[in-house]
C-alpha cells in the first residue's frame, strides 16, 4: 500500500506544497495530529493520532490505499517521519517535505537561516540557555517544559538579559504573532506553548583554543587552592565533558576547574560545590570574566550539599574534607553510570580514593601521577621548580 509522509508545515493548508496538496486529495484517509486534519475534517477519513506504533496500527487496518501521514513542519526538520521510516519499510513510502518553522520563521524576520544554529526544546529536557551562550544566532523549538519566556527569564538570571529575542506563536495563521526584544523586556510575556524564539547574542562564549588549558593568569586566585593549568588539562581530559553534560566540580576553589569544564559543555551545567566564601565569590568572578555563565556556585559542604543537585554525568572531586567515598556514592546514587575523577596530593587521599573506587564498583579505574617542573628565570640562568606531584584517580561507575 503507498503511504504518503508529507509535511504540511506550520499547519495553514495555504503553506502547503503543489505536491503536498495534490497527495492529500489523491488519499483514501488521513492520519497525524488533530491539529494538522482540521482544514480537511469532513472531507476524508481521518484518525487523529501521534505516537507512529499507533499509527502503524491504524495503517494496518487499511486494506486499500493511498494513506497519508501529516506531519508538522518539514519531514527532515524534528519530524516525527525519523521514528515512522523504520516502522514502515513493508509500504510503498513517498515522503513530501514541507516548510520548516526556521525558514518560515526567518522569512518572517527577513533574514537568513545558513548560519542559524537550532535546537528543539519541545517535550525534552534541554539546556537551550546553553546553546544561546554559545553561538551567536540560535532558534529554538519551544514547548512544555521549556517555554519561550522561561528561557527569556534564564538567560536574564545568567547575565544574558541583552540578548537580542524574537518570538513566534501560531505561524502562518490569522493569529500569528511575532514580538521582538531583549530577553529582559520579553521575560514577563506570555506565549503560547508552541512557540519558535531566535536568540541573536553578540558576543557569544567560545574557546579560544581547542583544548583546554587556560592559562593560571586567566584566574583570580586570593588565598585558595587551586588546580594548576597542566593538571587542569588533564582532569578535563580524564572527565570526557560531552557537550550536554550536566557536572558538579566538589571542592571546587577558584572555580578553575568549573570553568573550564563549563566552557567544553556549553550547553550543559556545572555546579561547583565550595564551602569557603572567599571560594565562591571567587568562582563567580572567575566564571563571569571567562564568560562561563554555565557555572552554578553551590554553597555548603559535600555530601549534603549535593542532595538537592540534579544527577550529574561528570563528576570532579578536588577537595572532599575526608567524605570521599560518600560523595562518590551519593553520585552513584543519581547517575550509576556517571564518570568521576578525583585528585589527591597525599598519600592518605589516594589511599581513600583508591578503595573507594574499589568498594563502589567502579570500572576502567586508571591511576596517573602528574609530575610538572617550571622554570623561573634567575639572571641569566632558567632554574627548574618542582610543583607538587599529584594523582588523578579516574574511572566510570557501573550501571545498574
Same mark, same amino acid.
Request: net charge negative; proline share 6%; charged share 20%.
Given at each position: 500500500?503507498?503511504?504518503?509522509?508529507?509535511?504540511?508545515?506550520?499547519?495553514?493548508?495555504?503553506?502547503?506544497?503543489?505536491?503536498?496538496?495534490?497527495?492529500?486529495?489523491?488519499?483514501?484517509?488521513?492520519?497525524?495530529?488533530?491539529?494538522?486534519?482540521?482544514?480537511?475534517?469532513?472531507?476524508?477519513?481521518?484518525?487523529?493520532?501521534?505516537?507512529?506504533?499507533?499509527?502503524?496500527?491504524?495503517?494496518?487496518?487499511?486494506?486499500?490505499?493511498?494513506?497519508?501521514?501529516?506531519?508538522?513542519?518539514?519531514?527532515?526538520?524534528?519530524?516525527?517521519?525519523?521514528?515512522?521510516?523504520?516502522?514502515?519499510?513493508?509500504?510503498?513510502?513517498?515522503?513530501?517535505?514541507?516548510?520548516?518553522?526556521?525558514?518560515?520563521?526567518?522569512?518572517?524576520?527577513?533574514?537568513?537561516?545558513?548560519?542559524?544554529?537550532?535546537?528543539?526544546?519541545?517535550?525534552?529536557?534541554?539546556?537551550?540557555?546553553?546553546?544561546?551562550?554559545?553561538?551567536?544566532?540560535?532558534?529554538?523549538?519551544?514547548?512544555?517544559?521549556?517555554?519561550?519566556?522561561?528561557?527569556?527569564?534564564?538567560?536574564?538570571?545568567?547575565?544574558?538579559?541583552?540578548?537580542?529575542?524574537?518570538?513566534?506563536?501560531?505561524?502562518?495563521?490569522? =493569529? =500569528?504573532?511575532?514580538?521582538?526584544?531583549?530577553?529582559?523586556?520579553?521575560?514577563?510575556?506570555?506565549?503560547?506553548?508552541?512557540?519558535?524564539?531566535?536568540?541573536?547574542?553578540?558576543?557569544?562564549?567560545?574557546?579560544?583554543?581547542?583544548?583546554?588549558?587556560?592559562?593560571?593568569?586567566?584566574?583570580?586566585?586570593?588565598?585558595?587552592?587551586?588546580?594548576?593549568?597542566?593538571?587542569?588539562?588533564?582532569?578535563?581530559?580524564?572527565?570526557?565533558?560531552?557537550?550536554?553534560?550536566?557536572?558538579?566540580?566538589?571542592?571546587?576553589?577558584?572555580?578553575?576547574?568549573?570553568?573550564?569544564?563549563?566552557?567544553?559543555?556549553?550547553?550543559?551545567?556545572?555546579?561547583?560545590?565550595?564551602?569557603?566564601?572567599?571560594?565562591?565569590?571567587?568562582?563567580?568572578?572567575?566564571?563571569?570574566?571567562?564568560?562561563?555563565?554555565?557555572?552554578?556556585?553551590?554553597?555548603?559542604?559535600?555530601?549534603?550539599?549535593?542532595?538537592?543537585?540534579?544527577?550529574?554525568?561528570?563528576?570532579?572531586?578536588?577537595?572532599?574534607?575526608?567524605?570521599?567515598?560518600?560523595?562518590?556514592?551519593?553520585?552513584?546514587?543519581?547517575?550509576?553510570?556517571?564518570?568521576?575523577?578525583?585528585?589527591?596530593?597525599?598519600?592518605?587521599?589516594?589511599?581513600?580514593?583508591?578503595?573507594?573506587?574499589?568498594?563502589?564498583?567502579?570500572?576502567?579505574?586508571?591511576?596517573?601521577?602528574?609530575?610538572?617542573?617550571?622554570?623561573?628565570?634567575?639572571?641569566?640562568?632558567?632554574?627548574?621548580?618542582?610543583?607538587?606531584?599529584?594523582?588523578?584517580?579516574?574511572?566510570?561507575?557501573?550501571?545498574?
Amino acid at each position: 500500500m503507498k503511504v504518503y509522509l508529507i509535511g504540511v508545515g506550520m499547519g495553514n493548508p495555504d503553506t502547503l506544497t503543489g505536491e503536498a496538496r495534490r497527495a492529500i486529495e489523491e488519499s483514501r484517509v488521513l492520519l497525524g495530529a488533530p491539529r494538522l486534519l482540521e482544514p480537511w475534517s469532513g472531507e476524508k477519513p481521518a484518525h487523529p493520532l501521534i505516537r507512529p506504533r499507533e499509527i502503524l496500527a491504524a495503517l494496518e487496518g487499511e486494506s486499500d490505499g493511498p494513506a497519508a501521514v501529516l506531519l508538522s513542519g518539514d519531514t527532515g526538520f524534528y519530524s516525527g517521519a525519523k521514528a515512522l521510516w523504520p516502522l514502515l519499510e513493508g509500504y510503498e513510502v513517498h515522503t513530501i517535505p514541507g516548510i520548516s518553522s526556521l525558514a518560515y520563521f526567518c522569512a518572517r524576520l527577513n533574514t537568513t537561516w545558513q548560519d542559524v544554529h537550532w535546537v528543539s526544546a519541545h517535550g525534552r529536557t534541554h539546556n537551550a540557555v546553553g546553546e544561546i551562550q554559545s553561538h551567536r544566532r540560535t532558534f529554538v523549538l519551544t514547548g512544555g517544559e521549556t517555554r519561550a519566556q522561561d528561557l527569556c527569564a534564564q538567560l536574564c538570571s545568567r547575565g544574558l538579559g541583552d540578548v537580542r529575542i524574537w518570538v513566534g506563536e501560531r505561524l502562518s495563521y490569522p =493569529e =500569528e504573532r511575532i514580538c521582538a526584544g531583549t530577553a529582559q523586556s520579553l521575560a514577563g510575556e506570555e506565549f503560547a506553548d508552541l512557540a519558535v524564539l531566535l536568540a541573536e547574542h553578540p558576543h557569544p562564549v567560545e574557546r579560544s583554543a581547542t583544548a583546554p588549558g587556560l592559562p593560571d593568569s586567566a584566574f583570580q586566585r586570593g588565598k585558595v587552592p587551586m588546580t594548576k593549568e597542566e593538571v587542569r588539562a588533564l582532569v578535563v581530559s580524564k572527565l570526557r565533558p560531552e557537550r550536554e553534560s550536566v557536572i558538579w566540580d566538589v571542592g571546587a576553589g577558584t572555580g578553575s576547574v568549573s570553568v573550564e569544564c563549563a566552557l567544553a559543555a556549553p550547553a550543559g551545567v556545572v555546579y561547583a560545590v565550595e564551602r569557603r566564601s572567599e571560594g565562591l565569590e571567587l568562582i563567580a568572578q572567575n566564571a563571569a570574566a571567562l564568560g562561563a555563565s554555565n557555572v552554578i556556585p553551590v554553597s555548603g559542604t559535600a555530601p549534603e550539599a549535593l542532595a538537592e543537585l540534579p544527577p550529574p554525568d561528570r563528576v570532579f572531586v578536588g577537595g572532599s574534607g575526608g567524605a570521599l567515598r560518600a560523595i562518590l556514592a551519593a553520585a552513584l546514587d543519581k547517575r550509576p553510570g556517571l564518570r568521576a575523577v578525583v585528585s589527591a596530593v597525599t598519600l592518605e587521599t589516594l589511599q581513600e580514593a583508591v578503595s573507594a573506587f574499589e568498594e563502589l564498583h567502579f570500572q576502567d579505574v586508571d591511576l596517573v601521577q602528574v609530575a610538572v617542573t617550571r622554570t623561573r628565570k634567575a639572571g641569566s640562568y632558567h632554574m627548574m621548580e618542582a610543583q607538587n606531584p599529584v594523582w588523578l584517580i579516574s574511572g566510570t561507575g557501573g550501571a545498574e
